[in-house]
């Protein structure tokens, strides 16, 4: 009776070679579902940027209305599509210009042979990208010089198109990236951020004079203050608070005091500014700062001139 039930596993004399068996059942059992796995999180990855890729595939066909009154399901959803495509055209400019810009600074385009003279490669990024890529010089160098603008300011959440960031490029020549997002930041914040256009832009670009100096590592909100007091004409072109006459006069009589102190000839103002700014930043040795905080807070409990 027990022979008709043998399950066929083997000669019992033989355990090592049933146990080998076994072995490469289970490997090749697990070698398949790490396949199927692998194909799984393949086909899963490949679904994701199928769905974020944008194309002009995705776009729906214009067709007539479906009635009147409230949209449809599928028109709403025809409608969402139409907005992400629009949204689009707003980031797009600058996707390019810093895949111009990355181009340009890798040189990634010197080992392409020219599309016009086969025997020799492009040389520089305007050429690569006129010829190639159809894109006009001046377009290539718009967009290369405008790009970290409208990245910064997608950062901040503001939804500037490229005609406002165009008027901002020569503030960014003239005084850095951080300068030419304060611009943005100062028009949004008088007008309105829903109220910025590019011609709000330009004026105020216009306004600003040309002996103007501002330092690119200060904080945009920080130069949008300062932008605005000299706009306004409470700070000089330097930026920096007009220090009054008297105060100039005591700080001279007090430079000529030191001088006898330390037996030399005149201080200038400069180098006793330089001394008392190195004094404010010592961590160690807080006294100045001390002082500068007392007389802050003595000018706060002043009354306001109205």
């Known amino acids: 009776m027990s022979e008709a039930y043998d399950l066929g596993w083997g000669d019992e004399d033989e355990p090592e070679e049933t ?5 490469v059942v289970d490997t090749g059992r697990d070698e398949k579902q790490k396949q199927t796995q692998a194909r799984l999180v393949a086909d899963q990855v490949a679904a994701a940027v199928e769905e974020v890729r944008p194309g002009l595939d995705k776009i729906p066909d214009p067709v007539k209305p479906a009635g ?13 599509l139409c907005e992400q495509g629009i949204a689009l055209h707003k980031i797009a400019w600058f996707m390019a210009g810093k895949s111009l810009d990355t181009v340009a600074t890798g040189k990634l385009f010197r080992a392409t042979p020219h599309k016009l003279e086969p025997e020799r490669f492009y040389r520089t990024i305007e050429e690569w990208a006129e010829v190639e890529k159809d894109i006009s010089v001046s377009k290539c160098n718009q967009w290369r010089a405008a790009w970290p603008i409208g990245e910064a300011l ?6 500037a198109n490229p005609g406002q960031v165009r008027e901002l490029v020569p503030v960014k020549g003239a005084f850095g990236l951080n300068a030419a997002v304060a611009v943005y930041l100062l028009v949004a914040e008088l007008a309105g951020a829903d109220k910025v256009t590019a011609a709000l832009l330009r004026k105020t670009v216009k306004l600003m004079p040309g002996d103007l100096r501002l330092e690119d590592d200060e904080d945009p909100d920080v130069l949008a203050k300062t932008i605005q007091g000299v706009l306004l004409g409470e700070l000089p072109p330097s930026g920096v608070p007009a220090i009054p006459p008297a105060v100039k006069r005591a700080v001279d009589r007090r430079a000529v005091v030191l001088a006898d102190r330390l ?18 930043a010592d ?4 006294r100045v700062f001390d002082a500068v905080l007392e007389r ?11």
Do not use: C, N, S
């Open 263 to 280: 037996d030399r000839g005149r201080i200038p103002r400069a180098e006793v500014q330089r001394y008392l700014l190195e004094a404010f």
């Open 296 to 306: 802050m807070k003595q000018d706060e409990k002043k009354p306001q001139k109205p």
């Open 19 to 23: 146990a080998h068996a076994l072995t």
């Open 154 to 159: 997608a950062a901040r959440d503001y939804d």
């Open 283 to 286: 961590e160690e040795d807080p």
């Open 68 to 80: 009147e009154g409230e949209l449809t399901a599928e028109e709403t959803e025809r409608l969402a």
